[in-house]
């Protein structure tokens, strides 16, 4: 008998959307999409962790987490496993 290991499928996650709320001590960044490559996704809240390795920028400069409020607009690009997200920028 053949074991094959099936290993989560990583895809590109592409949205733009408004900021809902930051949690600069649980690193993480909730938005309500309304754009991106998933039409269904439109008008959904998302939750997303982000990481030190996340490059944030606000104004062309580079910026931190707790840069960010409730109101901004945000283009965000990452990758997806399931429903889990990393966020690249």
Do not use: C, W
């Amino acid at each position: 008998m053949n074991i094959v290991a099936v290993r989560p499928v990583h895809t590109q996650f592409i949205a733009a959307g408004t900021v809902v709320g930051v949690d600069a001590v649980a690193g993480t960044l909730t938005f309500a999409i309304h754009g991106g490559r998933d039409k269904a996704r439109r008008g959904q809240l998302l939750t997303v962790p982000v990481t030190e390795a996340t490059l944030i920028r606000r104004h062309d400069l580079s910026a931190g987490l707790g840069d960010l409020s409730a109101g901004d607009h945000v283009n965000v690009k990452g990758s997806q496993s399931g429903t889990s997200y990393v966020l690249a920028r």
